[in-house]
């Protein structure tokens, strides 16, 4: 499938059907079709978009919230009403699932939605006064421009997820999403057009040039925010370009989630909730299971289980049906997790399903795979596998297994199972994490915050957290009354 011209309606005068000298391809890469160019921004486009974000700021902050809130929910009614065409975007250049980016959208819909609501309680505070005569207040006002870089993984929620709230606590946003997806925000950005977003407050853009982008988000003065989703590595060199401005930022970065099944739990749950977390949008996101640490007593029969699980996905081309699993984003992607199998299994790990590409498919769809006898040695236990691999280790005790989760500098998302409340509640406690799913696969929400500790970032998205990290307290003391 190619893109169609209702595709190329919401994608707007920003794609070309034709290469040239200042732009870069849009790839299919079930197939490796060319789905269209896109112009390729640079420094001069990216200063100008600030420019224009920060003279747009003004208008665009002091507008009664109830007008931001409706043209929010205005938007968020659009990407609703554009669901399959939006999904099939996503399908076409990052490879997911069909059944899976119908899902993205609503989720990411979910965050305009949100916002739109939360926004109209940014409340301020009346402090009691420690003197007579005096009154103490405070306010919410939004931080001004914001830059925010986004992933390819999640096209629409990654965008959603920041812009919504920025947008609703009165900011304007320039945007550049990752190279390898810029339709998804495109089509998300002239929906907001149609929406009735003023012109200057929202920009993309779509560069392969994105350490010179980077550079200028991160260190021009104008920009009082700025917001990044992806690796570690790279999310701290742009924290550290970000303190020549003394920039509000938040960060969500890498993980290494760990799974914990203890032998008290039911299997079918267990396994259900592994299966959700590990091979949900082929393994490529930041919160999949990274690590599966089974109890010893229940080893072998979890293993048996995950095996037959994996084995019954159906790995295709994202656009049918039936796909449960589409390829991986790219060649490096592949690459990276065929080295960490062959790794696990020199070390002595056991395949117990796949590994390796299925080269009737292409060179870029992994078999859903399950390694057991994975070990802290094993190059796939200490690092980010971001593909359709489970990793299984073996635990004794609950003490054992927590230390195991623990031993990582990451603490985004952890999970574990187990039918003891008592258990449930300590193990939870325990975990290094800023997320855990108890019994629960998929915890990600618009109403609940999301973020890490140590490694894995700063600040949170999502719920009234979400729309903090684009505000500023003021606070006003009233004398002489």
């Known amino acids: 499938m190619s893109l169609t011209a209702a595709h190329k309606a919401l994608l707007g005068k920003r794609i070309l059907t034709n290469a040239n000298h200042d732009s ?36 665009w902050g002091q507008k009664p919230q109830k007008v931001r809130s409706d043209i929010l929910k205005k938007w968020f009614a659009l990407i609703l ?50 003197v ?49 997806t810029p339709l998804s925000a495109l089509a998300l950005a002239e929906l907001a057009r149609q929406a009735g977003l003023p012109d200057g407050v929202l920009h993309i853009i779509c560069t392969t040039k994105a350490a010179e982008v980077g550079e200028i988000l991160t260190s021009d003065p104008l920009v009082k925010k700025f917001s990044f989703t992806g690796s570690t590595p790279v999310g701290k060199k742009l924290y550290a370009q970000c303190a020549s401005t003394i920039k509000k930022i938040s960060l969500e970065l890498g993980g290494n989630a760990p799974v914990l099944v203890f032998d008290d739990a039911d299997l079918d749950v267990a396994v259900a909730g592994a299966m959700l977390s590990k091979y949900r949008n082929a393994g490529q996101t930041c ?14 029969a979890f293993a048996a289980k995950l095996t037959k699980a994996a084995r019954a996905l159906t790995l295709a081309d994202g656009m049918a049906e039936e796909t449960a699993i589409g390829p991986l984003i790219n060649q490096k992607a592949v690459d990276k997790v065929d080295a960490l199998v062959k790794d696990a299994t020199a070390k002595g790990a056991k395949l117990t399903v796949g590994g390796g590409v299925d080269a009737a498919l292409g060179p870029l769809f992994y078999k859903p795979s399950v390694l057991t006898g994975v070990t802290h040695d094993m190059r796939i236990f200490n690092e980010e596998i971001f593909g359709p691999v489970a990793s299984l280790i073996k635990f004794k005790d609950e003490a054992e297994g927590i230390k195991l989760a623990n031993d990582t500098p990451f603490g985004l998302a952890a999970y574990a199972f187990t039918k003891d409340v008592s258990r449930a509640w300590r193990v939870g406690r325990a975990l ?18 999301f973020g890490g500790v140590k490694e894995s970032g700063i600040g949170r ?12 307290t003021k606070f006003l003391s009233f004398g002489a009354l």
């Open 461 to 472: 998205e999502g719920a009234i957290e979400g729309l903090e990290e684009y505000m500023e």
């Open 287 to 300: 919160v999949c299971a990274n690590r599966i640490l089974v109890q010893a007593g229940i080893f072998d």
């Open 81 to 130: 009403e554009h669901t399959e065409d939006l999904a099939q975007i996503v399908t076409l250049e990052q490879g997911r699932a069909i059944r899976e980016t119908r899902g993205e959208v609503a989720y990411g819909a979910g965050f305009v939605e949100w916002f739109a609501e939360e926004g109209r309680r940014a409340y301020g505070r009346t402090i009691p006064a420690n």
């Open 432 to 449: 290094d994490y800023g997320m855990v799913g108890l019994n629960d696969g998929v915890m990600s929400t618009e109403v609940a915050p």
């Open 24 to 59: 870069f391809s849009v790839t299919n890469p079930a197939n490796g079709e060319i789905l269209c160019h896109v112009h390729n921004a640079g420094s001069k486009e990216t200063l100008k978009a600030i420019d224009a974000a920060h003279a747009a700021f003004t208008d």
């Open 132 to 180: 007579p005569g005096k009154q103490l207040v405070t306010i919410q006002q939004p931080v001004g421009v914001v830059a925010a870089i986004t992933p390819w993984n999640f096209p629409i929620s990654m965008i959603t997820r920041k812009v919504a709230p920025a947008l609703s606590a009165g900011c304007t946003v320039v945007l550049k999403p990752s190279e390898e």
